[in-house]
């Protein structure tokens, strides 16, 4: 049964609450970013709405007051009894009746305020690196996928670090709970990490200082053997669609002919996003997806005209989108508002998580939240994701088992070029991109095996 998912944590990455698509081969997390997403809600906006009061209450409705009153006055430990746990326990029950899994969800104010905080981009505390849990011949370890750029991290952190122990605790098979409880801390504190390093022969240890840190939502990187712009974000948080315009202005700029767009593990977000950053690959007018409300209205959401280049090299330049397992939500809108008005984009990876829903967020009296499908989202045909099924790419490529995927950010850190990329050079191959720069120039030949 699906539950509210706890207070989120000082590390969470979007998707991340428990009702989340769960992870097939690693766990993503942001020292302390707290984004505590659900698989992607795709609405704007809180709504307040008058409840029916038990005067008014159906047959069914009566029946709840009738358990909760025979719950508060027999149960035979009235200290057990927690009336904010019950009232959680109801409303998280009801959503869960929906069938919308993983994608309508019950929060705790706490994670409403966390989740709020995640879309609108406010930034966080912390030390800001991207970590990953990896499966060791010696048990499990806590490792660097990329710093965020200007971060107290980013000083100090490569990707592929490993951390030994955190202010003198062994965390080399530690929980990300733990690890995380030992991480977080204040705005100016300091906190001391050991790792190990693969050119290094002795630990390293590094006092970090935490700092307020405000991300840059796209990260991108030019690979000018092939003039392939390379993009990649998490999250459909406010302002990506302005972010992604930069970065496509500066791909071109740099002389990029065509683009890999990477949504793995993009769990979603908001539909302004959605619809923002797929007008930037299509023609005003075109339609992004389409929403069937619960009477069976359609409404077509088109391009955003205020997004779309008219002139711009990415309208009409050969592209590539990643996808993986938990690609979701937003993201599948993106994905397939493109593909649906431009076939000849292909879709590589692995099949999507499939979300059906567009979500609205509704504030509860006591700062707790639903977030709701309220309409059901349709591709520009007005075909349907099966929840739980996905789009199926074009090319189906899987990563290796416990392999992390490639971004932008990793292959600047560790001054990759793409033929690296090609040649299995980095935190580890990654058949997926290797795939996707070969959709754009079929004569590039890879030492990896792609499957």
């Known amino acids: 049964m699906a539950m509210f998912p706890p ?28 984004l505590a997403f659900t698989a992607g809600w795709v609405g704007n906006g809180l709504v307040n709405r008058d409840a029916p009061t ?41 959503v869960d009746s929906l069938g919308d899994t993983g994608h309508s969800v019950a929060l705790t104010p706490a994670a409403a ?14 030390i800001g690196v991207y ?3 990896k499966t060791t011949s010696a048990g499990t370890a806590i490792v660097v996928q990329a710093a965020i750029p ?32 030992l991480v977080r801390g204040k705005e100016g504190t300091s906190v001391t990490v050991v790792i190990s390093r693969a050119s290094s022969k002795t630990p ?10 405000t991300p840059k939502l796209v990260t991108s990187v030019y690979f000018p ?20 315009q930069t970065n496509l202005k500066a791909l071109q700029a740099e002389g990029a002919t065509s683009l890999i767009l990477d949504l793995r593990d993009n769990g979603g977000g908001l539909v302004t996003g959605a619809i923002g950053v797929a007008s930037d690959f299509l023609q005003p007018g075109q339609t992004v997806f389409n929403e069937k409300d619960r009477n069976g209205k359609i409404t077509a959401n088109k391009v955003d005209s205020d997004a779309a280049a008219p002139k711009g090299l990415h309208l009409t330049l050969p592209m590539a989108i990643l996808v993986n397992a938990n690609t979701a939500s937003a993201s599948e809108i993106t994905t397939t508002g493109i593909i649906g008005n431009r076939p000849d984009v292909q879709v590589i990876g692995e099949r999507t998580y499939g979300t059906e829903t567009v979500l609205l967020p509704f504030q509860l009296p006591s700062g707790a939240q639903l977030t709701l499908g309220v309409s059901q989202w349709l591709t520009p045909s007005l075909t349907h994701l099966a929840p739980g099924a996905g789009l199926t790419p074009t090319k189906t490529i899987t990563l290796p088992a416990g392999a992390v995927a490639q971004s932008p950010l990793i292959i600047k850190q560790l001054k990759l070029s793409e033929t690296d990329v090609l040649n299995c050079k980095g935190l580890n191959p990654d ?3 290797i795939a996707g720069i070969q959709s754009l120039n079929a004569a590039r030949v890879s030492t990896c095996a792609t499957k």
């Not at 989340?20 to 993503?28: E, M, N």
């Not at 149960?75 to 959680?88: E, L, V």
């Open 7 to 34: 207070p989120p944590q000082e590390l969470a990455p979007p998707p991340r609450a428990s009702t989340a698509p769960p992870f097939s081969q690693l766990f993503i997390t942001v020292l302390f970013v707290a």
């Open 54 to 94: 038990p005067s008014s209450a159906k047959p069914w409705d009566k029946d709840i007051w009738a358990a909760w009153n025979a719950i508060d006055t027999q149960y035979w430990n009235p200290q057990a009894i927690d009336h904010q746990k019950m009232t959680y326990a109801a409303i998280a029950a009801m």
């Open 113 to 126: 305020q966390q989740e709020n905080q995640s879309l609108s981009n406010a930034g966080f505390v912390g």
């Open 131 to 133: 970590i990953t849990q």
């Open 150 to 181: 200007d971060s107290p991290a980013a000083q100090y952190l490569l990707p592929g670090d490993r951390f030994v122990s955190v202010n003198g605790t062994d965390v080399t098979n530690a929980s990300l709970d733990t690890f995380n409880t």
């Open 204 to 213: 390293l240890s590094f006092t970090i200082t935490r700092k307020k840190i």
């Open 225 to 244: 053997e092939d003039h392939i712009g390379y993009i990649h974000f998490d999250i459909f948080a406010d302002g990506v669609a302005q972010e992604m």
């Open 431 to 433: 058949p997926q991109l």
